[in-house]
């Protein structure tokens, strides 16, 4: 509500407003055989924070029915687009007013009718996907929609100036744009998945979600614990091991023989532990008082205190 308010002249509270999730736009190639690069959509998510929601792109005050109070930077790892790059987007969170006015919008949203969702803005450079032309400078013999070797010529819309605006349309240029209930490329959050192989792949950015950032920690915390768990546990096989080894082979110092156990491996120490464990079982084996020997005890020495 803060966030919301901060587009308020009056303080609205959670019965006042109706608000809504949309995909904005991405960086796959849409129907007009354009797409957004990846640092312009980031650029783009910050402009259009505040922005208006409107009609069909109509310039009439009257039209305006919504606002965005945040805008999320996402980029979903588990997908790659026809660009070879890894699905961005920009999800953006809106609020409208609940009154009898809307009424009619809101029940059209939340049934799916209005759905579709398409942006206005302007970027510095429109880039020939082939040549890397700026054709806002010149043009370059690639045509929008022919193949050249591999590739299939488009537009790259790079460099964010500004965002004007963004309309709930009929048909949208972007097929993927439009309301979402939620974001989750599925409900097990691969995204924790996808993170840890793009840190090991030593990416040069990994853009986290909220949802992924809270994996993520409780995914280190849970690591930090193990690790506790795991320092105890070597420290206490250590010190059997040197116990042990006492015994198996008195002419090795405790020293010499902690000096060992840092050297190996966990694998390595337990091994240790099993092969002293025998050695020193031969050397003082452990006798019950109740044996089941029926000889009668010559010495019974060994069972004084």
């Given amino acids: 509500m803060s966030l919301i308010n901060r587009y308020a002249r009056r303080s609205l509270n959670e019965d006042d407003i109706y608000t809504f999730s949309v995909i904005l736009c991405d960086n796959e190639v ?26 069909d792109h109509s310039m009439k005050s009257s039209d305006q029915k919504s606002r965005l109070f945040k805008t999320d930077f996402v980029q979903d790892f588990t997908k790659t687009t026809t660009a070879g790059e890894p699905y961005t987007f920009i999800k953006g969170t809106a609020y409208m007013i609940k009154s009898e006015k809307n009424a ?9 009718i209005k759905k579709e969702v398409s942006v206005s803005c302007r970027v510095s450079q429109i880039l020939c996907s082939v040549c890397n ?34 309309s709930f349309v009929a048909v949208p240029a ?53 690790s506790q768990d795991g320092k105890k546990y070597r420290a206490e096989l250590e010190h059997e091991v040197i116990r042990l080894g006492s015994v198996a082979m008195p002419y090795l110092s405790a020293e010499s023989l902690e000096g060992i156990c840092k050297r190996l491996e966990t694998d390595e120490v337990r091994a240790l532990k099993s092969a002293f464990e025998v050695s020193a079982q031969k050397k003082m084996p452990l006798v019950p008082q109740l044996s089941a ?6 010495n019974i020495n060994q069972f004084k205190i």
């Avoid at 809101?106 to 049934?111: G, K, L, M, R, S």
């Avoid at 929609?145 to 500004?162: P, Q």
């Avoid at 020997?293 to 010559?298: A, G, S």
Wanted: net charge neutral; glycine share 8%.
């Fill in 30 to 55: 849409d129907r007009d055989l354009e797409r957004f690069d990846i640092p312009t959509l980031r650029k783009l998510a910050e402009l259009f924070v505040g922005v208006t929601g409107i009609i």
């Fill in 293 to 298: 020997d029926t000889k009668p005890l010559q």
């Fill in 133 to 166: 032309t700026d054709r806002k400078k010149g043009r370059c013999k690639h045509i929008k929609g022919e193949r050249y070797g591999e590739k299939v010529c488009h537009t790259i819309l790079s460099g964010a100036a500004d965002a004007y605006e963004w």
């Fill in 174 to 226: 972007q097929r993927a744009a439009g309301v979402t209930k939620s974001f989750a490329p599925n409900k097990e959050e691969k995204g924790l998945k996808e993170i840890l192989k793009a840190l090991r792949e030593e990416k040069d950015e990994v853009i986290l979600s909220k949802t992924n950032a809270k994996d993520l920690s409780d995914h280190i915390s849970m690591l930090e614990k193990l």
């Fill in 104 to 112: 009619e919008l809101i029940e059209e949203i939340d049934a799916g």
